[in-house]
């Protein structure tokens, strides 16, 4: 079975309102798909990491360099493939975007190489230690108005995802350490003494701000603390988990396993948070996952894009170990966005709907069981929302 093709589409509309993060706001939601065709007249889809112009950018790469080294290889030879791409371009790109771009056209691979054997991606892997998932719902985005205003939001926010159904809830930050603490302050009072919830800095803070915000959400009890200062500061990361108690997490940004080594090594990370469309795909995800477990690092993955990239993220959840093993063992949760995202919740022809199974599964859901990634994009949605 030869691969005969790869397209790129890259789809965008104008959101309801301007979002934000610590680094930037955004008026528009994008998403990166990759399709890969193949002689059989199997199709498969994954998702590439990245937005906006970084998505244009990944569809030059997937489309001008990855495609013309991997036309007519055989499309189950994923781990060939992988390590040809990888090798040709380690001189121009072993993080970023030429892996983002790798791991769309991973995803994609592992999709066939399911439907070709009539089997969901996490039977391939090894089989399901889990039927199903609970599901953090991930809101308080940031808005470019004053604090106390954006408060009292979060407040109610954080509150309807509770009442939504979700087991926990997310939050950002960004406007310096004490709004910031305001903000979180606003919802633990939103979801109350006994719901947990974790704060997002998208690496903003110095290790001192850091150790500021970290000590208050340790009064607050939140369960983790997300990616507080600059991914490649390895000494901050392991300063603040060895002076707070709050969990540590990151890793979003990191690529491949030998990246993903010296962050495990150095043994700065709670929990890691591998980004399965970023890191290199399907392929390299396992290998980071074995790392991470070697080092008894449980893993909660990252999850940002499109219903591709929430369908893939489902069945790595169900084939993780459980680490470290137990009658009651600690349990990975599903990161779900619940701002508007048309992507995630109408670009499939049957919708995953996460949000009505997490009313009605007390906070969980499925793994989907169909062959490959277990889902199938609507071609006609597809078109209305790709932009050249």
């Known amino acids: 079975m030869k691969i005969t093709g790869i397209t790129s589409h890259v789809l965008q509309y104008d959101l ?27 199709t498969g889809w994954g998702e590439c990491f990245g937005p906006g112009t970084v998505a244009l950018a990944n569809k030059t790469i997937v489309e001008r360099v990855i495609r013309p080294m991997v036309l007519g290889m055989q499309a189950l030879d994923r781990d ?17 975007m030429p892996m983002q771009a790798l791991s769309g056209v991973d995803i994609a691979l592992w999709d066939i190489a399911g439907k070709a054997a009539g089997l969901p991606v996490h039977k391939l892997i090894g089989g399901a230690h889990r039927s199903d998932v609970p599901v953090y719902g991930y809101g308080m985005m940031l ?27 997310k939050m950002k930050v960004g406007f310096g350490p004490k709004p910031d603490v305001e903000l979180a302050c606003a919802v633990r009072r939103g979801v109350g003494d006994d719901f947990p919830f974790m704060v997002d800095a998208n690496h903003c803070y110095t290790t001192s701000d850091a150790f500021y915000v970290g000590r208050a959400l340790e009064e607050l009890d939140a369960y ?46 709670d929990i890691a948070q591998p980004e399965v469309c970023a890191l290199g795909g399907i392929t390299e995800y396992l290998r980071v996952l074995a790392l991470c477990h070697a080092h008894f690092t449980p893993v909660a993955n990252h999850v940002w894009g499109s219903a591709i990239a ?13 680490l470290p093993g137990g009658l009651h063992p ?22 995953l ?15 989907p069981g169909g062959p490959g990634l277990g889902i199938e994009p609507d071609p006609d949605f597809i078109r209305h929302y790709e932009i050249t």
């Open 16 to 42: 309801p309102e301007p979002l934000g993060y610590s680094q930037q706001y955004y008026s528009t939601r994008s998403a990166h798909l990759v399709r890969v065709d193949t002689d059989a007249g199997l």
């Open 310 to 322: 929430v369908a893939a993220n489902l069945q790595l959840l169900a084939a993780m170990p459980p």
């Open 143 to 169: 808005r470019d108005e004053p604090v106390g205003d954006l408060a009292r939001r979060f407040e109610d926010e954080a509150a309807a995802i509770r009442e939504m159904g979700f087991a926990a809830t």
């Open 330 to 351: 600690w349990e990975p949760m599903l990161e779900f966005d619940t701002t508007d995202n048309r992507f995630r919740d109408d670009l499939l022809l049957q919708p």
């Open 353 to 367: 709907d996460i949000q009505g199974q997490v009313r009605a599964r007390a906070g969980r859901v499925a793994i």
């Open 80 to 96: 060939v493939i992988w390590h040809k791409v990888y090798n040709l371009l380690r001189d121009h790109g072993q993080k970023g």
């Open 224 to 269: 983790w603390f997300e990616e507080p200062v600059a991914p490649a500061d390895h000494d901050g990361y392991r300063e603040l988990r060895a002076g707070l108690s709050i969990n540590i997490s990151g890793g979003e940004a990191e690529f491949g396993r030998w990246g993903w080594r010296r962050i495990l090594e150095n043994r700065g990370l």
